[in-house]
C-alpha cells in the first residue's frame, strides 16, 4: 500500500504519523535531525519541547486549552499519552518531564509496525510519487522547503521571534527566601498545591529589577530579522517591562493568590515563579521569563531576584525566529494547500500557536489524510469543538481588521481559547433562581461551552467510524 508521508518530527508530525497508523495505513516519517539540526532544538528525539515544559491547564471544564486536552485524549493522541505518563506537578497545569516526554513519543513510533523513521531532510519540494504529504515541519522549517512552498503558494510567509525562558538548577535556589505554593493553592494533576516555587520582591526590588531589565544588553537582529514581529503570546520579559513599568505585575509576576511562608504578614510587590522542568524535580524554569537578554546579562539580572542570587542556570534564555504561512489564503477547509492539494499542513506553520494546538491540527490532519486516502468525504470537527474552533481560525476565522495606523489587519498566530468558539445559551440563574453576575456568570458560559463541546466532539468521532487498526 502506498504510504502516506510526514514531514517533520515535532508534536505536529508526531501525532498525524501515530493518527494515521492506528487506522491502518503506513506512513513514513520525514525527520531532519541529526542530519540537519534548528537553532532550537537540543537532542534528535521525536516530539522534543524547545520552550515551555507545560501544556498549560488540564481544567476540561473551565479552560479552553483543557478543552483541547480532552479531545486530545479522545482521539486516542500520543502527545497527551506521553504527556499523561510523564507529568510534573504544576498547579493546575499539565507540565511534563521534557525528556522523558520526547524518549516515550519516539519509542512508540519507532516500535509501531506501520511507521517508518526516516532521519532525512526533505530539500524543497516532496517529490512528485508522493501522493499524499503532511509538512509538519513547524516554525523552524528548513529554508530550502520554506522558500519551495512559498514559492507555490504565491504568498508571503509572516514571521515572528519566539524566545525562551531560563532553567535553573533547584539545589542553587534559596529555600529560606522563597517558598512552594500554587497560585490560591490549586491542585491540579498530579500536583499537591505546592507546584512552584516564589520569590518575592518588594517594591524597591521590583522597580531595580525593572530598570535593570529595561537597560540590558540584548542580542542584536540580523538585517532580515529586524522588521520581524513578536507573537504577543510569548513576548520577551524585556519587551513586556519596556512597555510599562507595571506589566510585569499583572502578568508574569503578579502576586496575587500567594502569600509568604516565610512572612506571611508581608505581602510581595511582586513574585517569581518557578515550575518543575524535569521528573527528578532537579531543574526548574522560570515561568514568564522568555528573553532576548545575551547571556552575561542575563545571569546578573536575574539573580537580582531574592532566592535567585546565587542562582545556576541549567539553560539561559533565547531567541529563535518563527515562520507560519498565511493559511486563510493559502490553506483550504481541510488544511490542503491550494495550489497543490497533495501538499496538506499541520502544527504551528499553519499559524496556531502552542503545543497542544499543534498536536490538535496534526491529529486532525492524519485523520483527514486517512479519510482521503479512503476515498471518503472529509468532515472537519464542529466549529464548537476546541478543535474545530482553532481549525476554523487558521482556515479562514480570523477577522481582518485595521490596525489603527491605515494598514489591514492581518492573520496572526493563535493559542485556543473561548473567543474562537461560536456564542452558546448559558445559565442566567443559579439553582436558586439568583440571578448570576460577574466570576459565577462568567464560569457558567465556560462550563456551557465545555459541554457542548464535549457532546460535539463525541459524535463527530462517532460519526468518523475510524477504529483503530490492531497493533
Given at each position: 500500500?502506498?504510504?502516506?508521508?510526514?514531514?517533520?518530527?515535532?508534536?505536529?508530525?508526531?501525532?498525524?504519523?501515530?493518527?494515521?497508523?492506528?487506522?491502518?495505513?503506513?506512513?513514513?516519517?520525514?525527520?531532519?535531525?541529526?542530519?540537519?539540526?534548528?537553532?532550537?532544538?537540543?537532542?534528535?528525539?521525536?516530539?522534543?519541547?524547545?520552550?515551555?515544559?507545560?501544556?498549560?491547564?488540564?481544567?476540561?471544564?473551565?479552560?479552553?486549552?483543557?478543552?483541547?486536552?480532552?479531545?486530545?485524549?479522545?482521539?486516542?493522541?500520543?502527545?497527551?499519552?506521553?504527556?499523561?505518563?510523564?507529568?510534573?506537578?504544576?498547579?493546575?497545569?499539565?507540565?511534563?518531564?521534557?525528556?522523558?516526554?520526547?524518549?516515550?513519543?519516539?519509542?512508540?513510533?519507532?516500535?509501531?509496525?506501520?511507521?517508518?523513521?526516516?532521519?532525512?531532510?526533505?530539500?524543497?519540494?516532496?517529490?512528485?510519487?508522493?501522493?499524499?504529504?503532511?509538512?509538519?515541519?513547524?516554525?523552524?522549517?528548513?529554508?530550502?522547503?520554506?522558500?519551495?512552498?512559498?514559492?507555490?503558494?504565491?504568498?508571503?510567509?509572516?514571521?515572528?521571534?519566539?524566545?525562551?525562558?531560563?532553567?535553573?538548577?533547584?539545589?542553587?535556589?534559596?529555600?529560606?527566601?522563597?517558598?512552594?505554593?500554587?497560585?490560591?493553592?490549586?491542585?491540579?494533576?498530579?500536583?499537591?498545591?505546592?507546584?512552584?516555587?516564589?520569590?518575592?520582591?518588594?517594591?524597591?526590588?521590583?522597580?531595580?529589577?525593572?530598570?535593570?531589565?529595561?537597560?540590558?544588553?540584548?542580542?542584536?537582529?540580523?538585517?532580515?530579522?529586524?522588521?520581524?514581529?513578536?507573537?504577543?503570546?510569548?513576548?520577551?520579559?524585556?519587551?513586556?517591562?519596556?512597555?510599562?513599568?507595571?506589566?510585569?505585575?499583572?502578568?508574569?509576576?503578579?502576586?496575587?493568590?500567594?502569600?509568604?511562608?516565610?512572612?506571611?504578614?508581608?505581602?510581595?510587590?511582586?513574585?517569581?515563579?518557578?515550575?518543575?522542568?524535569?521528573?527528578?524535580?532537579?531543574?526548574?524554569?522560570?515561568?514568564?521569563?522568555?528573553?532576548?537578554?545575551?547571556?552575561?546579562?542575563?545571569?546578573?539580572?536575574?539573580?537580582?531576584?531574592?532566592?535567585?542570587?546565587?542562582?545556576?542556570?541549567?539553560?539561559?534564555?533565547?531567541?529563535?525566529?518563527?515562520?507560519?504561512?498565511?493559511?486563510?489564503?493559502?490553506?483550504?477547509?481541510?488544511?490542503?494547500?491550494?495550489?497543490?492539494?497533495?501538499?496538506?499542513?499541520?502544527?504551528?506553520?499553519?499559524?496556531?500557536?502552542?503545543?497542544?494546538?499543534?498536536?490538535?491540527?496534526?491529529?486532525?490532519a492524519g485523520i483527514f489524510a486517512v479519510l482521503e486516502r479512503q476515498g471518503r468525504a472529509i468532515v472537519p470537527p464542529p466549529d464548537t469543538t476546541a478543535m474545530?474552533?482553532?481549525?476554523?481560525?487558521?482556515?479562514?476565522?480570523?477577522?481582518?481588521?485595521?490596525?489603527?495606523?491605515?494598514?489591514?489587519?492581518?492573520?496572526?498566530?493563535?493559542?485556543?481559547?473561548?473567543?474562537?468558539?461560536?456564542?452558546?445559551?448559558?445559565?442566567?440563574?443559579?439553582?436558586?433562581?439568583?440571578?448570576?453576575?460577574?466570576?459565577?456568570?462568567?464560569?457558567?458560559?465556560?462550563?456551557?461551552?465545555?459541554?457542548?463541546?464535549?457532546?460535539?466532539?463525541?459524535?463527530?468521532?462517532?460519526?468518523?467510524?475510524?477504529?483503530?487498526?490492531?497493533?
Open positions: 500500500m502506498t504510504p502516506i508521508h510526514v514531514i517533520g518530527g515535532g508534536l505536529a508530525g508526531t501525532e498525524a504519523a501515530w493518527q494515521i497508523a492506528r487506522r491502518g495505513l503506513p506512513v513514513v516519517l520525514h525527520e531532519m535531525r541529526p542530519v540537519r539540526q534548528t537553532d532550537a532544538h537540543k537532542t534528535d528525539g521525536l516530539g522534543e519541547l524547545v520552550c515551555s515544559n507545560s501544556f498549560r491547564s488540564d481544567d476540561a471544564e473551565q479552560n479552553a486549552v483543557g478543552q483541547l486536552h480532552y479531545e486530545l485524549r479522545q482521539a486516542d493522541s500520543i502527545v497527551m499519552a506521553a504527556g499523561d505518563a510523564h507529568q510534573v506537578p504544576a498547579g493546575s497545569a499539565l507540565a511534563v518531564d521534557r525528556d522523558g516526554f520526547s524518549a516515550a513519543v519516539t519509542k512508540a513510533l519507532e516500535d509501531h509496525p506501520l511507521i517508518t523513521i526516516a532521519r532525512e531532510e526533505v530539500a524543497g519540494l516532496p517529490p512528485s510519487d508522493w501522493d499524499s504529504v503532511i509538512v509538519a515541519t513547524g516554525p523552524l522549517t528548513s529554508p530550502a522547503l520554506s522558500e519551495a512552498v512559498l514559492s507555490l503558494s504565491g504568498e508571503d510567509a509572516l514571521a515572528f521571534f519566539d524566545a525562551i525562558a531560563p532553567i535553573v538548577h533547584f539545589d542553587s535556589v534559596d529555600l529560606e527566601t522563597a517558598w512552594f505554593q500554587s497560585r490560591y493553592d490549586k491542585v491540579g494533576p498530579g500536583g499537591t498545591g505546592k507546584d512552584y516555587l516564589n520569590c518575592p520582591l518588594d517594591k524597591d526590588q521590583y522597580e531595580a529589577f525593572i530598570d535593570a531589565l529595561i537597560a540590558g544588553d540584548t542580542t542584536d537582529f540580523k538585517e532580515w530579522e529586524e522588521s520581524t514581529p513578536y507573537f504577543d503570546g510569548c513576548l520577551p520579559i524585556e519587551v513586556m517591562a519596556a512597555r510599562g513599568r507595571e506589566t510585569l505585575r499583572h502578568g508574569p509576576m503578579k502576586p496575587m493568590g500567594l502569600t509568604n511562608a516565610h512572612r506571611p504578614d508581608v505581602k510581595a510587590y511582586a513574585v517569581v515563579q518557578l515550575r518543575q522542568d524535569n521528573a527528578l524535580g532537579t531543574l526548574y524554569n522560570m515561568v514568564g521569563f522568555q528573553t532576548k537578554l545575551k547571556y552575561g546579562a542575563q545571569a546578573d539580572i536575574f539573580r537580582m531576584i531574592p532566592g535567585l542570587q546565587n542562582a545556576q542556570f541549567a539553560r539561559l534564555g533565547g531567541l529563535h525566529r518563527n515562520t507560519f504561512l498565511n493559511s486563510p489564503k493559502v490553506l483550504d477547509g481541510a488544511l490542503r494547500l491550494k495550489a497543490d492539494p497533495r501538499l496538506r499542513f499541520a502544527g504551528q506553520i499553519t499559524g496556531c500557536e502552542g503545543y497542544v494546538e499543534s498536536a490538535s491540527v496534526g491529529c486532525m474545530g474552533a482553532l481549525l476554523n481560525h487558521v482556515t479562514g476565522g480570523h477577522i481582518s481588521r485595521d490596525d489603527g495606523a491605515g494598514k489591514p489587519g492581518s492573520f496572526q498566530p493563535m493559542n485556543v481559547n473561548f473567543g474562537l468558539f461560536p456564542p452558546v445559551d448559558a445559565p442566567t440563574v443559579d439553582e436558586t433562581g439568583k440571578r448570576l453576575k460577574g466570576k459565577d456568570k462568567a464560569r457558567a458560559k465556560k462550563s456551557a461551552l465545555t459541554r457542548r463541546a464535549k457532546a460535539d466532539f463525541a459524535a463527530w468521532l462517532a460519526a468518523l467510524d475510524l477504529p483503530a487498526a490492531a497493533e
